[in-house]
């Protein structure tokens, strides 16, 4: 994942999962296929290398 990708996007997600901590939490993302991609290597389980994503 780039430095720029995580310096913007990763403290949404920090403060998405706190906030879910204390209450249900329901989010939608419009976003490029390249972020799903980048968002799934760094999350998803299994765990699979960026370009094995692939967003159809």
Do not use: D, N
């Amino acid at each position: 994942m780039c430095a720029g990708f995580e310096a913007k996007v990763l403290p949404v997600l920090r403060a998405l999962e706190s906030q879910r901590a204390e209450e249900e939490l329901q989010v939608a993302c419009i976003v490029h296929g390249g972020t799903i991609m980048a968002l799934m290597e760094r999350y998803a389980e299994p765990r699979k290398p960026y370009f094995e994503w692939g967003v159809k």
